[in-house]
């Protein structure tokens, strides 16, 4: 699926990873570019001013995301890596896009109708707090895919349709003017990609506070661990590993044998609590203190991510520019 292909992978600047992101999504992009036969990884720094307007927050969420990949081992000679908003042939081509969106293709887009929800449940009018960038927020991310000829965009479940409206709007194109202008992209979904629960036993993310951190210090990566529910069942007690949350986590990090030492450990009753939140942690700090060295060093020296994000913007803008002039060619009959 992704063999020989032109993938695409966008991230949003959230802030600062957590476990779960590095397993869910760092991990697996990082070895797209190792598969793919053209892997572009960028941060979607466009989409994100739709929510967040202080400049000096958002400045370090990107700086944070841009360090997190490379710690994780992007590498930016294998994947173009760029910033979105330092491809000025993006917003141009969403232009042209937009005379090919449906309006009611954008009212049926999930981000804008969870937030038209929550409206509701607050008593406030539907579009209450809502702007055009998130209204249109899927033609822009349409432009991020089509721009690049992608034929593959790996996502989670919850950008499936975003991918949709991509194809829609490009079918929609090359149907209009009878040629293929535009390559259909695919999204793919990697079943094998983690999904982690964080401490509480719910999926692994900041919104519920249940996060073990990536880039702290051994302290409190610890103190998170420890943290992991468990039960007052005594250590002779054999245990099914299934249920147990400290084996869950250990599952989306741990090798076949050291997730088999864990499960029998358990099943024998040979392994508390105690010992199995030792194993958890000293696997994680073996997964990350290299990249958490690297993390620091690139938040440190930024000057030299800039420059790989500039090289990576280089390699993009000649491919969205032949999109642009293929589409503006066909717009306007020249
Ligand atoms: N919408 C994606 C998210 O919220 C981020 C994104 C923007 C993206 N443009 C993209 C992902 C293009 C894939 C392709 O996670």
Redesign the pocket.
């Known amino acids: 699926m992704i063999e020989g292909k032109k993938v ?5 600047p959230t802030g600062t990873p957590h476990l779960g992101n590095y397993l869910g999504a760092i991990r697996p992009a990082i070895a797209m570019g190792e598969k793919a036969a053209r892997h572009i990884m960028f941060i ?1 720094d466009y ?1 994100a001013i739709n929510a967040e307007k202080d400049p000096a927050v958002l400045n370090q969420k990107i700086k944070e995301v841009a360090c997190s990949y490379l710690a994780g081992g992007l590498d930016p000679k294998k994947s173009i890596f760029y910033r ?1 908003s330092d491809i000025v042939e993006i917003p141009e081509i969403t232009t042209i896009l937009y005379a090919y969106t449906p309006k009611g293709l954008m009212n049926k887009s999930h981000a804008y109708k969870a937030q038209v929800d929550k409206n509701r449940e607050a008593g406030k009018p539907d579009d209450d707090g809502i702007n055009m960038g998130l209204y249109t ?1 899927p033609t ?2 349409a432009a ?2 089509l721009s690049f000829d992608t034929e593959v ?1 790996p ?2 479940r ?2 499936v349709q ?2 949709e409206i991509a194809r829609d709007i490009a079918g929609a194109i090359n149907a209009h003017y009878g040629r293929d202008l535009l390559v259909l992209p695919e999204f793919y979904i990697d079943e094998n990609v983690a999904v982690v629960p964080g401490v509480d036993g719910r999926k692994m993310s900041k919104s519920y506070g249940n996060v073990i951190p990536l880039f702290a210090d051994d302290a409190a990566i610890k103190k998170a661990i420890f943290s992991i529910k468990t039960d007052s069942r005594p250590m002779e007690e054999p245990k099914d590993p299934e249920e147990i949350l400290v084996y869950q986590i250990y599952k989306s990090i741990a090798s076949p044998a050291e997730l088999q030492e864990m499960g029998d450990g358990l099943r024998q009753g040979k392994l508390g609590y105690g010992h199995i939140k030792n194993m958890l942690l000293d696997r994680v700090l073996k997964e990350i203190s290299q990249a958490r060295e690297k993390y620091n060093y690139y938040m440190a020296h930024f000057n030299e991510v800039e420059e790989m994000l500039a090289e990576g913007a280089a390699k993009a803008r000649p491919l969205a520019q032949q999109t642009l002039k293929r589409l503006k060619d066909a717009v306007f009959g020249r």
Do not use: C, E, S, W
């Open positions: 695409l992978t966008g991230v949003k979607a989409h979105q927020y822009l991310m991020d895919i965009v996502v989670g919850d950008q975003h991918v």
